[in-house]
T-cell receptor, first 106, second 116 residues
């Protein structure tokens, strides 16, 4: 079945450093959504990308959708302790990657 | 808060039993999707209901079934529970389908199911 691969699985960064997680699909995606899940919590919607090559920004977060609509990335600039959690991409809205768990070192 | 509620919060069952999990969507949301999330994994799509009809199904056996009601509530039923069914079960409501894909999903807090 359709799968979405997400890397890395874990990322430890010093507070203030940047962070990027990548999402890849073998098939063209109609859209991609990004979610954040805090420890013990549930996924919270961050953004949706639909157009080829689309780039969207939310404060320190930058989301990109590849030209071929097969890959996407989430980049966080100058991480803060509030960024801790697991970031998931969801291809076609319902096919979730395994997530990237972000740890912030003070 | 997302306005999506789930009950119960936690549940312990034994192998072979049956379980019903409940979800109350945001008012006006005619689409609900159910996911299974094992520890340390991403949510896995079980199925989706749109206006009370099943609208898509993931790679789950028929012993996973569901219902959606006109009052924006829904159920996930699992028969003949197996140990591997232990997981967090999440429902997510959305306004519907836009451009062929499910719109923004608002997740409930989940039901933690343990099968002994």
């Amino acid at each position: 079945g359709q799968q979405v691969m997400q890397i890395p699985q874990y990322q430890h960064v010093q507070e203030g450093e940047d962070f990027t997680t990548y999402c890849n699909s073998s098939t063209t995606l109609s859209n991609i959504q990004w979610y954040k899940q805090r420890p013990g919590g549930h996924p919270v919607f961050l953004i949706q990308l639909v157009k080829s090559g689309e780039v969207k920004k939310q404060k320190r977060l930058t989301f990109q959708f590849g030209e071929a609509k097969k890959n996407s990335s989430l980049h966080i600039t100058a991480t803060q302790t509030t960024d801790v959690g697991t970031y998931f991409c969801a291809g076609g809205s319902i096919i979730f990657g395994k997530g990237t768990r972000l740890h912030i070192l003070p | 808060e997302t306005g999506v509620t789930q009950s119960p919060t936690h549940l312990i069952k034994t192998r072979g039993q049956q379980v019903t999990l409940r979800c109350s969507s945001q008012s006006g949301h005619n689409t609900v999707s159910w996911y299974q999330q094992a520890l340390g994994q991403g949510p896995q799509f079980i199925f989706q209901y749109y206006r009370e009809e099943e609208n898509g199904r993931g790679n789950f056996p028929p012993r996973f079934s569901g219902l959606q009601f006109p009052n924006y509530s829904s159920e996930l039923n699992v028969n003949a529970l197996e140990l591997d069914d232990s997981a967090l079960y999440l429902c997510a409501s959305s306004l519907g389908l836009a451009g062929g894909h499910t719109d923004t999903q608002y997740f409930g807090p989940g039901t933690r199911l343990t099968v002994l």
